[in-house]
Nanobody, 123 residues
Framework: VQLQACGGGLVQAGGSLRLSCAASGRAFSNHVMGWSRQAPGKERDFVAAITWSGGRTYYGDSVKGRFTISRDSAKNTVFLEMAMLKPEDTAVYYC?????????????????WGQGTLVTVSS
């Protein structure tokens, strides 16, 4: 299984950014996909998840109302649209997959991880 995340970069506070995660290596039709992040010196923060076919979503309190997770099932790709970005959103963002259809809200509930992509929000 390979998860390839991209789309990170430098953005000013209040701006927007879209992350992508392309999945390959197995059938993902019943997998939940998610995003977690880790800021320097802080614990991991699981921010969003989506079921692959049902469209159910989860958002952490820190991003609710500002981030939107979506997926393109035909392309095995998950997106994280980030708006109204704040300096505290600065982190390495990781894409994750869970090998069943249950929404997980913690990192340990996910079985596969991609490399991180760095998002830096300047004030």
């Amino acid at each position: 299984v390979q998860l390839q995340a991209c789309g990170g970069g430098l953005v000013q506070a209040g701006g927007s950014l879209r992350l992508s995660c392309a999945a390959s290596g197995r059938a993902f039709s019943n997998h939940v996909m998610g995003w977690s992040r880790q800021a320097p010196g802080k614990e991991r923060d699981f921010v969003a998840a989506i079921t692959w076919s049902g469209g159910r979503t989860y958002y952490g309190d820190s991003v609710k109302g500002r981030f939107t997770i979506s997926r393109d099932s035909a392309k095995n790709t998950v997106f994280l649209e980030m708006a109204m970005l704040k300096p505290e959103d600065t982190a390495v963002y990781y894409c994750a997959a869970r090998a069943d259809a249950q929404i997980g809200r913690r990192d340990y509930e996910y079985h596969f991880w991609g490399q991180g992509t760095l998002v830096t929000v300047s004030s």
